[in-house]
């Protein structure tokens, strides 16, 4: 099981930029797919971005792609999410999620989760 925690959200004007991390830890970390998640009220959780294991390749939902950025730390065994040109409709609570299942986009593939950060943008 992988334990994690994000930390970096606030609130920001639109068209500004936020930097969200996930700290993790367990014995799978470095092994693990980690994703991105975001809920807004009233909504479904859905899918942001995600990572491979070594970080080779991203994957990004078309709301966020060319201003979301997912990269990972495997030393330091930390996960962030780049969030530039952010618009109200990025509001919501995002969370950080930890899996094994390769080229799938659904919660149910991530099998760990943090707690959420609140990222709220004012138009």
């Known amino acids: 099981q992988v334990q994690l925690v994000e930390s970096g959200g606030g609130l920001v004007q639109a068209g500004g930029s936020l930097r969200l991390s996930c700290a993790a830890s367990g014995r799978t970390v470095s092994s693990s797919i980690m994703g991105w998640f975001r809920q807004a009220p009233g909504k479904e959780r859905e899918f942001v971005a995600r990572?491979?294991?070594?970080?080779?390749?991203?994957y990004y939902a078309d709301s966020v792609k060319g201003r979301f950025t997912i990269s990972r730390d495997n030393a330091k065994n930390t996960v962030s999410l780049q969030m530039n040109s952010l618009k109200a409709e990025d509001t919501a609570i995002y969370y950080c999620?930890?899996?094994?299942?390769?080229?799938?986009?659904?919660?149910?593939?991530?099998?760990?989760w943090g707690q959420g950060t609140q990222v709220t943008v004012s138009s």
């Open positions: 990572i491979i294991p070594n970080g080779a390749n991203t």
């Open positions: 999620a930890a899996g094994k299942v390769y080229g799938r986009s659904d919660p149910q593939s991530f099998n760990s």
